[in-house]
């Protein structure tokens, strides 16, 4: 079946790493995506993995895939206020059609 | 490039009433997928639409509906507006190339049915 899910929220300081997890239950996933949302926006494509990869890094962000577990995880690195908002793991099988997870919101204080 | 755009950004219907949104893809996509986002049930996948022919289609009644012009533009129906369609209505699209795919999205068009 298609389901994805994430942790609600996610609360860390500035400076600090953050890591935003997310599991899905599609074996048959080829692409896994982030995505972030800032309040009243559409989405930001921040990166993506394809399931033959364990890890991908990109500037700040690193996303690792254990797809033995079916675990997707985003680190952001030195994290900044300017990361506040709604990410959003996302899987496809090959098609245009994405199963997002539920979103998490990650809040950065001083 | 330009992004994808949407149009209108913010729309106010009543129950009853139609409605038509419209997505312009980035230029050489071919590709677009509309979703609708609410904060009950999250993003949820409508459509996608794929040289003018609809390549798959989610789990939503028949009154919403799209369609894919040659140009890639692509327009979105719903007809019959309940209350439950007040949502975010987001597009994307795509290109193919080897072993990447991205999908970019739109800002999104608000809609709020009364």
């Known amino acids: 079946g298609e389901d994805v899910e994430q942790s609600l929220f996610l609360s860390v300081r500035e400076g600090d790493s953050s890591v935003i997890n997310c599991t899905y239950t599609d074996s048959s996933s080829t692409y896994l995506y982030w995505y972030k949302q800032e309040p009243g926006a559409g989405l930001q494509l921040l990166t993506y993995i394809f399931s033959n990869m364990d890890m991908k890094q990109d500037q700040r962000l690193t996303v690792l895939l254990n797809k033995k577990d079916k675990h997707l995880s985003l680190r952001i690195a030195d994290t900044q206020t300017g990361d506040s908002a709604i990410y959003f793991c996302a899987e496809s099988m090959g098609t245009d059609k994405l199963i997002f997870g539920t979103g998490t919101r990650l809040q950065v204080f001083p | 490039k330009a992004g994808v755009t949407q149009t209108p950004r913010y729309l106010i219907k009543t129950r009853g009433q139609q409605v038509t949104l419209s997505c312009s893809p980035i230029?050489?996509?071919?590709?677009v997928s509309w979703y609708q986002q609410t904060p009950g049930q999250g993003l949820q996948f409508l459509f996608e639409?794929?040289?003018?022919?609809?390549?798959n289609k989610g789990n939503f009644p028949g009154r919403f509906s799209g369609r894919q012009f040659s140009n890639s533009r692509s327009e979105m129906n719903v007809s019959t507006l309940e209350l439950g369609d007040s949502a975010l209505y987001l597009c994307?699209?795509?290109?193919?190339?080897?072993?990447?795919?991205?999908?970019?999205f739109g800002p999104g068009t608000r809609l709020l049915v009364l």
């Open positions: 230029s050489g996509h071919r590709s």
């Open positions: 994307a699209s795509s290109w193919k190339t080897g072993n990447e795919e991205t999908q970019y």
């Open positions: 639409y794929f040289s003018e022919t609809q390549r």
